[in-house]
Structure formats: C-alpha cells, structure tokens
C-alpha cells in the first residue's frame, strides 16, 4: 500500500509539473486591431465576422440646385434653386416606435470582412424643401396652358433666357420630405483612436464610401397642381462619410459622422401625370448624423 501511495505521489507530481510547464509557454493573446492611429493599449478580440446596425437621426443641408420641369407645353429650368432640410421638432416622436421613422433618420446594417473593413447597407432619410418665396433665374418657355388636361399658366407664360422670377406659392412649392432618401451600399474602414487598458470600451474612427439609388417621394405644385406622389427609383448618388464611434457596453456604440455626396435624380415625379410631367435637378448634400448601435 506505501509503494501503490508513493507511485501514485510521484505520478501526480509529475502531471503538475508537466501541465505547469505547458502554461508557461502560453503566450498571451496577441493584439490584432490594425490602426493608423497605433494607441497605447490594442483590443485583443477581432471584429472580423461579426454585424452591427445602428439608428439615429440627422441634419442635412444642400447646396444650390437647378431644377428643370418638363412636359406638354413647357421646359425650362430654374437655376440655383435654394432649399433646405426640415428636422421634426424635438419631442415623444423621437422614441414612440410608432412614429421613430417621422424625423430624418439613418438606418444601417453592416458586416466586417476583416477586423478593420466592413460593408453595409443603409436608408438615410432626409428632407428637401424649397425655400418659398425666393428670387432665382430662369430659362426655357412656358405655354399659357401647360400639361394635359390643361393647367393655366397666368403671367408667367413667355420665353425665358435668365431673367429673374419670383417663386410663390401659386407659381411652385416643391418638396422631398417623406423624403429624400437615399438607399446606399456602402465599404467602411474602422481605426481605433484609443483603447481603455481593459480593452473593453475604445474609440475609434470610422470612414467610408457609399453608392446608391435615391428613392423620394415628391411633394409638388406646380403652378396650383401637383399631389404628395408615391415613392420612385428617381436617381442615384454617391457619397464619403468620416466619424466616431465610442464602444461602450456589450457591443454597444454611440456614432457622430459626416457625410457628403452628390445626387442625380433625373425622374421626379410632380403633377401626378408621370408619363406627361417630370422633373429633373442634381444635388449637393451635406449630412451629420448620430446614431446608438449595437455589434454582435
């Protein structure tokens, strides 16, 4: 029984030491971030494989546009069109998830395909409405009844060759407001700025590149005529976008980022009479957005 005991310390002893040893020559996890920023301190837990979405809401400006009407009786462009975006004041509406898609919103869903780049889907929901009453310049001719049926066109029938024209209510009101979307996908580089010496919440930088279709729906009254039409592919864009995200809690981020792009929309609905009336304009879009997302 002593020797069955001894044999049986020195076979113990000997699976401590060995498993001892095998420890000792673990190494720790390496730091696998890529960054151009090099912080003190690097995750260790690749985001390679891993999705992400986020939701939140923005503000939008635009740059000036010319908007060219066309259809029976009338082309002419009005040049250097001012407009502007309308965010929802704030309010329940921001959070009651039966009305969260009312303000301008931005919406993503997004996959790594390395710990550093990711692709992504989004819907930007902005708003464009122009500025009435304003002073622009106008060319092109307008007949004293235009589109069909017959829509009078009072004073402002005539040849245009850039005089300046007023825009009233009766002339035109013209609005993406539910909205101007933009339905993008997009390629993304990430590179941490700094990392908390747990690795467990870091800041990083997010830049990107988008392409897409715009998808609005038009509001329009041309002189006096004119409906809220229904969603049209009536373009497309592209767009760069940089910003932050802070990691925070459990895959959890909170994002600021801007984004500008610019956009061809050439078949905006506007009477309602689509395969008579039609407009057309190029827009220059500026964007900041913040968002609460989630990576898993």
Not at 112 to 121: A, M
Request: glycine letters at 8%; charged letters at 20%; zero cysteines.
């Amino acid at each position: 029984m002593n020797k069955f005991l001894l044999a049986l310390s020195a076979l113990t002893l000997s699976a401590s030491s060995l498993f001892a040893q095998d420890n000792s020559n673990e190494s720790p996890a390496k730091p696998i971030a890529k960054s151009i920023f090099n912080p003190k301190y690097s995750r260790t837990e690749s985001n390679k494989g891993k999705f992400y979405f986020h939701w939140g809401y923005n503000f939008s400006s635009y740059g000036k546009s010319d908007i060219r009407f066309k259809g029976t009786g009338y082309d002419f462009t009005l040049m250097d069109v001012k407009a502007a975006d309308r965010p929802t004041k704030l309010s329940m509406t921001y959070i009651n998830p039966a009305t969260i898609s009312i303000p301008q919103f931005n919406f993503h869903f997004g996959y790594f395909i390395k710990d550093n780049y990711s692709i992504s889907l989004g819907w930007d929901h902005m708003k464009y409405v122009v500025d009435i009453p304003q002073t622009v310049r106008i060319k092109g001719h307008i007949s004293p009844e235009i589109s069909e049926p017959g829509i009078p066109t009072y004073g402002m029938a005539g040849t245009y060759n850039g005089e300046q024209v007023t825009l009233v209510d009766s002339v035109l009101q013209f609005e993406h407001t539910d909205g101007y979307n933009f339905a993008s996908v997009a390629l993304e580089r990430h590179d941490d700025i700094w990392v908390s010496r747990t690795g467990k919440s870091y800041l990083s930088m997010e830049t990107g590149a988008e392409v897409g279709l715009l998808v609005p729906r038009t509001d329009v009254r041309l002189f006096g005529v004119g409906e809220n039409n229904y969603w049209n592919i009536a373009g497309y864009g592209a767009a760069a976008k940089v910003g932050l995200q802070y990691h925070f809690f459990r895959g959890l981020y909170l994002q600021t980022s801007f984004k500008t792009g610019w956009t061809d929309l050439n078949n905006i609905r506007t009477t309602g009479r689509n395969n008579i009336d039609k407009a057309s304009q190029s827009i220059w879009f500026f964007e900041n957005y913040w968002v609460l997302g989630f990576k898993f």
